[in-house]
């Protein structure tokens, strides 16, 4: 599902209410340094037609016209999200989109959020780091606990460490919100006792103030896959529920 606006919305979020989509990214075309088996917008290979980047000044001045619109509607807006067709942290106008949508939030919707979807593979980088720290929800990924099996699900661009990541979401002490997908393959499965086990104790170690738990929602591109419902993964996450971690789970009921 390629976003066909660098301002998108507001759309229904199952996780952050109604929310207002800004996509860093190519209008019609995909850049992540992800290829995830399970994303909705698609392979990477299949989202090449565009590599334009939207730039801080075109970021500002549709959000701002879009703010103003929604604004004058009465609209409501619980959240500006940053999600979109990949990766929105390799926009390399990132910190500076961060600043001027935190000034906007404040001017025209102060009581919303702003949150950004990441993957996480750039919060090692200095000024990404601090960027995402300035949000109200950076809510970041990992969905799996090594990196052979982070290889099968994600995909990752060469380079991918899973070790940098966690030590790198470890400076956030606690402050950010961990998102992982749960899902079953002809060769894996998120609820198998190791990557289970693995996974908690990831949890455990970086301590987040709240853990997304969530599953396959909508197409994906490999056909082999199949999501759980919520009660299943509640069974599966309860001991960090009992542990007291704050778990949203969303899923097929």
Not at 59 to 80: A, F, H, N, P
Not at 121 to 134: G, N
Not at 192 to 214: A, F, N, T
Request: charged share 30%; aromatic share 8%; glycine share 6%.
């Amino acid at each position: 599902m390629m976003r066909e606006e660098t301002v998108f919305g507001p759309i229904h979020s199952r996780r952050l209410g109604r929310s207002l989509g800004i996509n860093l990214l190519p209008v019609h075309g995909k850049i992540c340094n992800f290829d995830c088996i399970y994303c909705e917008c698609g392979w990477n290979r299949e989202g090449r037609e565009d590599t334009v980047l939207p730039t801080a000044s075109k970021v500002r001045s549709d959000l701002e016209d879009k703010l103003t619109e929604l604004m004058l509607e009465g609209t409501r807006i619980d959240s500006i999200t940053f999600s979109g067709d990949g990766e929105p942290t390799l926009n390399p106008e990132f910190p500076r989109i961060i600043e001027d949508t935190l000034f906007l939030r404040d001017a025209y919707y102060p009581d919303a959020k702003v949150s950004v979807l990441s993957n996480a593979t750039r919060v090692h980088i200095p000024e990404v780091f601090e960027a995402l720290r300035k949000v109200d929800n950076p809510i970041l990924k990992i969905d799996a606990p090594t990196d052979a099996l982070v290889a099968k699900i994600n995909q990752p661009a060469p380079g991918y460490s899973l070790e940098r990541v966690i030590e790198a979401l470890g400076r956030f002490e606690g402050d950010f919100i961990l998102q992982t997908m749960f899902l079953r393959s002809r060769d894996f499965d998120s609820a198998s006792p190791e990557v289970l086990q693995g996974w908690m104790d990831i949890v455990r170690r970086l301590q987040p103030r709240e853990v997304m738990v969530y599953t396959i929602d909508r197409p994906t591109p490999d056909q082999g896959l199949e999501a759980y419902t919520v009660e299943q993964m509640r069974t599966l996450v309860q001991p960090l529920i009992d542990e007291g971690f704050k778990i949203d789970i969303k899923g097929k009921e």
